[in-house]
């Protein structure tokens, strides 16, 4: 009984502590956001009527007057965010117009450009690795501009791919692409170079084609290599998305982000801040699960 009680706090107070900080979060977030109270007798009422024309006051139904959440200066509270939590998701699937989508929409137009992104990218990036990680001498010639090429913000190529292009939407998609590439590039040329050699003497051995030892031996072998350049590239291309969208106008997360900060609506923002996080954290879930199926120690 005792072992079984050690592991069941072992297992629950991670997330005794997490929730723990979660709540003090809060708190502080409420506390230092708390909105000041509003004296309506220290103002005529030509000014009260002004003040509500304008929006800074409202009244509620008792015909006190209040300040307008909206409309106070400053970081919003965390009563304000819930809020526009609880209307967005009441509307997640309602398309108001051309521009006004729900955030379910939103969420699905930016998955369309990851995963478009990252899957082209991680096929093209894969096969280029294991080319260049196979001839020594390809490794050793290219290995520098790939090490150049690597640390470039993504962004950086998005005058140069709209130009190219000139569509909004494929440039989003070749954004998330060029995040995608080099990191993986990099780790399958290093993992493929270094493969053991037993392997492949092996593979010689039995006479396999180029199929079944790239299949069989070469992207086995390297696996964990490549799965860790995926990794890197899947974290790029989940921070290159959401810019990438801000500043192309393409609907999705981060076209919310930048149109709530248009119309100074700052819990507006930080909804579309939360979603992104959500998203993010819900997508490198998946991905280390699925990664871990793909991924061996050797003895």
Do not use: C
């Amino acid at each position: 009984m005792k072992f079984n009680s050690d592991k069941l706090a072992r297992t629950f107070a991670p997330h005794a502590l997490s929730l723990a900080f979660a709540l003090l979060f809060l708190l502080v977030w409420a506390g230092l956001t708390s909105t000041r109270s509003f004296n309506a007798a220290a103002h005529t009422p030509a000014q009260l009527e002004l003040m509500e024309m304008n929006g800074e006051i409202v009244r509620d139904s008792s015909g006190t007057y209040r300040l307008n959440s909206a409309k106070v200066e400053g970081i919003p509270g965390p009563g304000p965010v819930w809020e526009k939590i609880r209307t967005e998701a009441s509307e997640a699937w309602v398309k108001k117009g051309t521009n006004d989508h729900g955030i379910g929409w939103l969420i699905l137009y930016t998955l369309q450009r990851f995963f478009t992104g990252f899957l082209a990218a991680s096929v093209v990036a894969i096969l280029l690795g294991v080319l260049i990680g196979l001839s020594p001498l390809l490794f050793k010639a290219l290995n520098p501009f790939i090490q150049l090429l690597k640390p470039i913000s993504p962004l950086a190529w998005m005058p140069l791919l709209l130009y190219s292009v000139k569509d909004p939407f494929w440039t989003a998609i070749l954004v998330v692409f060029m995040a995608s590439l080099w990191p993986t590039v990099a780790n399958t040329a290093f993992g493929v170079s270094n493969l053991r050699k037993d392997y492949l003497r092996v593979a010689d051995m039995v006479e396999m084609n180029f199929h079944r030892r790239l299949f069989n031996v070469i992207l086995p072998g390297a696996a964990p290599t490549i799965i860790a350049g995926l990794r890197i590239s899947f974290g790029s291309a989940l921070v290159a998305v959401v810019p990438a969208e801000m500043l192309l106008g393409e609907l999705g997360i981060g076209y919310l982000s930048w149109i709530e900060w248009n119309n100074l609506d700052i819990s507006g923002v930080l909804f579309a801040i939360i979603t992104v996080g959500l998203v993010g954290v819900v997508l490198d879930t998946a991905f280390s699960r699925l990664a871990a199926r793909f991924t061996y120690t050797e003895a």
